[in-house]
């Protein structure tokens, strides 16, 4: 049972450039989430999903877009990246009614 | 929609000392209210949690209360150790089971 990892650990990226962020979780949850936290910063969800071909817009979607194609993978994309998308990115997933909200280690992003 | 105010920003305690932060919340219809721990480079961990229908929960060192009508909670660790050093967070649910996080409590304990 490896929780909820994320790929890649690292990246940098330069401006205008695009990527895919990996989330997969072997919990079988229903609901995933992609948070964004800034140094220093609280943790701001950006989209999310109740169920397998789901999604929804959280609080600062724009720039991103995502996909829940099978219940285990929520996949995040950066259609052209900008400086202000530099951040640490978590996938969590959880169980219907709030209970066992599960992180991945986080994805570390530099756009130059 | 939600927001969640957290307070204080930093916290630094005496080892051995308690230490409580608070939050507030806006959304009356929120009904779950989990706390995470993280450490400096490290995920949020889950160290508590909280539902609508219960005031109080307690696990070892740490409780956590809940007061619907003010629309507040709060986290309390007695006993603290150096290990206990790290960014808290609160968060309450929105609509669609949306986690709604705090800011954000960095707590210091000097041994």
């Known amino acids: 049972n490896a929780g909820v990892t994320q790929t890649p650990k690292f990246r940098v990226l330069k401006t205008g450039q695009s990527m895919t962020l990996l989330c997969a979780q072997d919990m079988n949850h229903e609901y995933m989430y992609w948070y964004r936290q800034d140094p220093g910063m609280g943790l701001r969800l950006i989209h999310y999903s109740v169920g397998e071909g789901t999604t929804a817009k959280g609080e600062v979607p724009d720039g991103y877009n995502v996909s829940r194609l099978k219940k285990q993978n929520f996949l995040l994309g950066l259609e052209s990246a900008a400086p202000s998308q530099t951040s640490v990115y978590f996938c969590a997933s959880g169980m219907t009614g709030g209970a066992g909200r599960y992180f991945g280690p986080g994805t570390r992003l530099l756009v130059l | 929609g939600e927001n969640v105010e957290q307070h204080p920003s930093t916290l630094s305690v005496q080892e051995g000392d308690s230490a409580v932060i608070k939050c507030t919340y806006s959304?009356?219809?929120?009904?779950?209210f989990p706390w995470y721990k993280q450490e400096l480079g490290k995920r949020p961990q889950l160290i508590i949690d909280?539902?609508?229908?219960?005031g109080e929960k307690k696990d070892q060192r740490i409780a956590v209360t809940l007061n619907k009508t003010a629309k507040h909670f709060s986290l309390h660790i007695t006993e603290t150790q150096p290990e206990d050093s790290a960014v808290y967070f609160c968060a309450a649910t929105a609509a669609g089971n949306k986690l709604t996080f705090g800011g954000g409590t960095r707590v210091l304990v000097k041994p």
């Open positions: 959304d009356s219809a929120s009904n779950y």
């Open positions: 909280i539902r609508s229908n219960v």
